[in-house]
């Protein structure tokens, strides 16, 4: 059967290959390039942007990518054997597509890339945490990124968009929603991968912010929220005893009440806080 892209189907492709899932590599294939396509999509406009892909794998996300009019997609992949696979795609988009062999937690991306810059990417759940933590704790804001596109366990999706007095509520949420407008903008049921996880799954699009949505010392506000997370279920006034002597004061100086637990509190009176502590 023919492709839009004239490439193999992807089932072709890992065959040939001899491409077997490997666990530790948190391979969970799609193999659906009309699925591909459409989370390429949940990207917005590819034209114009290079765009950053981990973890290609056999490479379906990297040709919906590709199809949807991506200038230029560098992905980056850890596992050798994917590299012939990535290679004939590279053929069939002369010029568009740069394939790096490594860890994406080592190598320098950005060295790579153009602005302005989407990343898009189906990881596995250990490494895309600590993807999108890095890629919202940079040195210098705004980052590199204009938008985050990226596949994570449901879970983890709903950490990462989750509003106060929720279950999910917590630093992740926090981190994201101060630099980014993070919505979930599609999930997956497990059969939609190959081999299929024991989890749902879902996407979710960061739209990144010029500004953090409220003034704060990043270094404190990460300080604070760790602190309050710990001990989710205790008062802040108990939680906070760390952060200095008179807190107690500090909390009621921004509105807080001494007496509320972590998971009360929304974003913008932690970074009031923030801010009283660092001033
Ligand atoms: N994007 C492909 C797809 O959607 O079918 C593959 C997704 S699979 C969930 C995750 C991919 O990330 C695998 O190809 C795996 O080898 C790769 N990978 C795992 N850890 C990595 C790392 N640290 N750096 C780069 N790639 C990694």
């Known amino acids: 059967m023919g492709t839009i892209d004239g490439l193999p189907p992807l089932r072709e492709?890992?065959?040939?290959?001899?491409l077997v899932a490997k666990k530790q590599l948190g391979q969970n294939f799609l193999l659906d390039l009309n699925l591909t396509a459409k989370i390429a999509r949940?990207?917005?406009?590819?034209?114009?942007?290079?765009?950053?892909?981990?973890?290609?794998?056999?490479?379906?996300?990297?040709?919906?990518?590709?199809?949807?009019?991506a200038r230029h997609v560098v992905a980056v992949e850890k596992d050798a054997r994917a590299l012939p696979a990535l290679?004939?795609?590279?053929?069939?988009?002369?010029?568009?597509?740069?394939?790096?062999?490594?860890?994406?937690?080592?190598?320098?991306?950005?060295?790579?890339?153009?602005p302005p810059v989407k990343v898009v990417a189906n990881l596995p759940y250990n490494v895309g945490t600590e993807l999108l933590i890095r890629w919202l704790s940079p040195p210098a804001?705004?980052?590199?990124w204009q938008s985050l596109t990226l596949m994570f366990q449901k879970e983890v999706a709903e950490r990462i968009v989750a509003k106060p007095?929720?279950?999910?509520?917590?630093?992740?949420?926090?981190?994201?929603?101060?630099?980014?407008?993070a919505r979930i903008v599609m999930?997956?049921?497990?059969?939609?991968?190959?081999p299929a996880p024991k989890v749902h799954s879902a996407v979710v699009h960061l739209t990144r912010l010029e500004e953090p949505r409220y003034p704060a010392d990043?270094?404190?506000?990460?300080?604070?929220?760790?602190?309050?997370?710990?001990?989710?279920?205790?008062?802040?006034?108990?939680?906070?005893?760390?952060?200095?002597?008179?807190?107690?004061d500090r909390l009621l100086a921004v509105g807080i009440p001494p007496t509320a637990r972590?998971?009360?509190?929304?974003?913008?009176?932690?970074?009031?806080?923030?801010?009283?502590?660092?001033?």
């Open 13 to 18: 492709v890992i065959e040939a290959h001899d």
């Open 141 to 144: 804001w705004p980052p590199f």
């Open 262 to 279: 972590a998971e009360e509190i929304g974003l913008e009176a932690f970074c009031a806080l923030a801010r009283n502590i660092a001033g």
């Open 165 to 181: 007095r929720t279950d999910h509520y917590g630093r992740l949420a926090l981190l994201a929603q101060w630099r980014a407008e």
């Open 187 to 194: 999930s997956l049921p497990p059969e939609a991968f190959t």
């Open 42 to 69: 949940c990207a917005g406009d590819l034209t114009g942007y290079d765009v950053l892909e981990v973890g290609p794998g056999p490479g379906g996300l990297t040709r919906g990518l590709l199809a949807e009019g």
């Open 87 to 114: 290679a004939e795609i590279a053929a069939a988009y002369p010029g568009r597509l740069t394939v790096l062999h490594g860890d994406a937690l080592e190598l320098d991306l950005t060295a790579h890339l153009k």
């Open 218 to 248: 990043g270094r404190v506000l990460a300080r604070i929220t760790a602190m309050a997370f710990n001990q989710r279920r205790k008062m802040l006034r108990s939680s906070l005893k760390g952060l200095a002597p008179d807190v107690e």
